[in-house]
């Protein structure tokens, strides 16, 4: 099956700073790149996704990098600010597999003042 | 339109006790997804179901089973509770289509002593 690991674990960047967050991922016919934020006690919120037939996609401060050839996607979100806190997520979905995700293991952000 | 609604949001249970933990969705998805969540290791996958009356096994299915009687509803039971199964379960949805996103509800915190 997929597996995908994330890297950093935890992450601490200034206010206003870039923070990136890389994740690979071992199956290639995985298709369907999302990535979620957790605030403490929330549910994952879907901030952004890519498709494998995309290199990169942007929305505001958030934007998704991806290799297909490495095998690896990266999130960058720039200009952070202290609501940028949280737990993030990458995932993999493989089609024909009825869209299920193989979650990272996650990376605590902390933007500090 | 409340999106992904999880029943109950928290609950203690003594080893060997039973229970069923409910996740309803009013957007008329076909798929729906139970996760664990548990410290360091994001989102496991338990079971799913891609359509009323199906289930199938995810990542880590052993000690629970599901019901998927009616489209809205998808039901997580715990036939015998254990310590092993303490953790936060996410019910999550999503419509038909590749690269649709999957949408969490709230979470139910689960600890058995």
């Known amino acids: 099956g997929e597996n995908v690991e994330q890297h950093p674990s935890t992450l601490s960047v200034q206010e206003g700073d870039s923070a990136v967050i890389k994740c690979t991922y071992s199956?290639?016919?995985?298709?369907?790149f999302p990535w979620y934020k957790q605030e403490l006690g929330k549910r994952p919120q879907l901030i952004i996704d890519?498709?494998?037939?995309?290199g990169e996609k942007k929305d505001q401060r958030i934007a998704v990098t991806l290799n297909k050839t490495a095998k690896h996607f990266s999130l960058h979100i720039t200009e952070t600010q202290p609501e940028d806190s949280a737990v993030y997520f990458c995932?993999?979905?493989?089609?024909?597999?009825?869209?299920?995700?193989?979650f990272g293991t996650g990376t605590r952000l902390q933007v500090t003042l | 339109n409340a999106g992904v609604t999880q029943t109950p949001k928290f609950r203690v249970l003594k080893t060997g006790q039973s229970m069923t933990l409910l996740c309803a969705q009013d957007?008329?998805?076909?798929?729906m997804y139970w996760y664990r969540q548990d410290p360091g290791m994001g989102l496991r996958l338990i079971h799913y179901s891609v359509g009323e009356g199906t289930t199938a096994k995810g990542e880590v299915p052993d000690g629970y089973n599901v019901s998927r009687l009616k489209k809205q509803n998808f039901l997580l039971g715990l036939e015998s509770a254990a310590p092993s199964q303490t953790s936060v379960y996410f019910c999550?949805?999503?419509?038909?289509?590749?690269?649709?996103?999957?949408?969490f509800g709230d979470g139910t915190r689960l600890s058995i002593l």
């Open positions: 957007m008329n998805h076909e798929y």
């Open positions: 199956d290639s016919a995985s298709n369907y």
């Open positions: 890519i498709r494998s037939n995309v």
């Open positions: 999550a949805s999503r419509l038909t289509g590749e690269g649709q996103p999957q949408h």
């Open positions: 995932a993999a979905s493989i089609p024909g597999t009825a869209s299920k995700l193989t």
